[in-house]
């Protein structure tokens, strides 16, 4: 087993060096060892990905389409896309030169960063957010500058990122929106947005849009985007990994305006050559032919969100009520105290349920734990009644 050259050792990049691991798969690797665990941990749909999709992707292989793919991808899955967001959205994007295909919308989000980012630029990040946004942006040069929303309900408002705009935030390039939220389950209305690009447009911004679960939306509500009130300034994020339940493919796009899409296929080609061809072409049959998959995955997790909301309420966690993806974002009872890491480490020993510390996920988590409803019903449930356990115990201990 080779062991690095003593001389060598203090040479690795410091930057990255020194980000943390993540949190929230430490803390799931770390509780997974735990039998019979329930765990409502990881944001990633049990369901599986739809046979039309998979069929697709074997007919290609079948097809023996195993050589590069172009830069920005396949011709088929960029005019899906293209189609798709005209479809949802009412914008057009250009097959040709405005989208590119990405390794997931990780890697959408460091080419994105890469591509606007000077050594120092801050970025305001809404919080509680999935936190692998603030090692993106560190690793791409940048600053996260937080901002806590757990006073306006999860929601940033116009008049919040004119004062941070006005303060910490001052100078700052981009902004980054997850619409739906991660963790929260929030969703931004057209009013709220609209107001949003106003504040977005008067201090120049960029405006990064994470859309990646904008099909799963609850109760009809509808999914708007920045896209459709300030194209001309707003980088588009998104993928298929919830609404198909296609994680393991590694599939998303970028879209945006020519001129700074020019520069994010640049990059993405570096980074990656190109995406796998038959992934490509799976992911445009979904995007063409798959609207009927998540209209029913999102019956599914509608149900389950009842099932969770419902069983935490009667237990004395509240929060605010979510409207997409398929996360609750819960405030724990008071009797608790606040510390939602030792909370959580004392659910997963104790009631055997895991579920993410609040913490985590930047300022305004502290106090609250994440649970995912991308599980069975029959998961939710006994997760439920061992909550209900774990709080009644701890009355009879009080």
């Avoid at 479809?87 to 959408?108: M, R």
């Avoid at 020019?262 to 798959?290: C, L, P, R, W, Y």
């Avoid at 993410?356 to 988590?365: A, E, R, T």
Wanted: hydrophobic share 40%; charged share 20%; proline share 4%.
């Amino acid at each position: 087993m080779p062991i690095l050259a003593n001389n060598l050792a203090g040479t690795i990049n410091t930057r990255i060096k020194k980000l943390p691991k993540s949190e929230i798969r430490s803390f799931n690797n770390q509780i997974s060892q735990i039998p019979d665990i329930v765990k409502l941990t990881v944001g990633e749909p049990d369901l599986n990905t739809p046979d039309h999709i998979k069929q697709a992707a074997i007919n290609d292989i079948n097809k023996d389409d195993s050589h590069y793919a172009p830069e920005a991808g396949k011709t088929e899955y960029l005019n899906a896309v293209s189609s798709y967001l005209q479809k949802s959205l009412k914008v057009f994007y250009d097959p040709q030169n405005e989208i590119c295909a990405t390794v997931g919308v990780s890697e959408a989000l460091n080419v994105s960063f890469m591509a606007i980012l000077n050594p120092g630029d801050k970025v305001i990040v809404p919080t509680p957010v999935w936190g692998v946004y603030f090692g993106i942006i560190e690793m791409a040069g940048g600053i996260a500058v937080q901002v806590d929303t757990s006073e306006d309900n999860f929601i940033l408002t116009a008049e919040h990122l004119s004062k941070v705009m006005e303060n910490e935030g001052k100078g700052a390039k981009a902004i980054i929106l997850t619409d739906p939220s991660n963790p929260t389950g929030r969703v931004y209305n057209k009013n709220e947005l609209e107001k949003l690009a106003q504040v977005i447009v008067n201090y120049n911004l960029y405006a990064l849009s994470d859309e990646i679960y904008a099909e799963l939306i609850y109760s009809q509500k509808k999914h708007y985007s920045l896209t459709q009130i300030i194209p001309e300034r707003t980088i588009l994020l998104s993928g298929l990994s919830k609404n198909f339940a296609m994680t393991g493919w590694r599939i998303g796009y970028i879209a945006g305006p020519k001129e700074i899409m020019q520069t994010i296929i640049k990059i993405n080609s570096f980074m990656i050559t190109s995406v796998t061809d038959n992934v490509q072409i799976g992911a445009a049959e979904a995007m063409a032919h798959g609207e009927e998959d998540y209209i029913e995955a999102r019956k599914i997790y509608e149900k389950r969100l009842h099932i969770i909301q419902t069983g935490l309420e009667k237990n004395g966690f509240t929060m605010a009520t979510p409207e997409g993806a398929f996360y609750i974002f819960a405030k724990i009872p008071a009797k608790f105290g606040c510390d939602d890491v030792a909370f959580a480490k004392d659910l997963a020993t104790k009631a055997k349920v895991g579920v993410i510390p609040g913490s985590y996920f930047g300022q305004g988590g502290q106090g609250f734990v994440r649970l995912s409803y991308a599980s069975s019903e029959q998961n939710l449930l006994t997760a439920v009644q061992r909550i209900t356990d774990y709080v009644n115990e701890h009355l009879t201990c009080n």
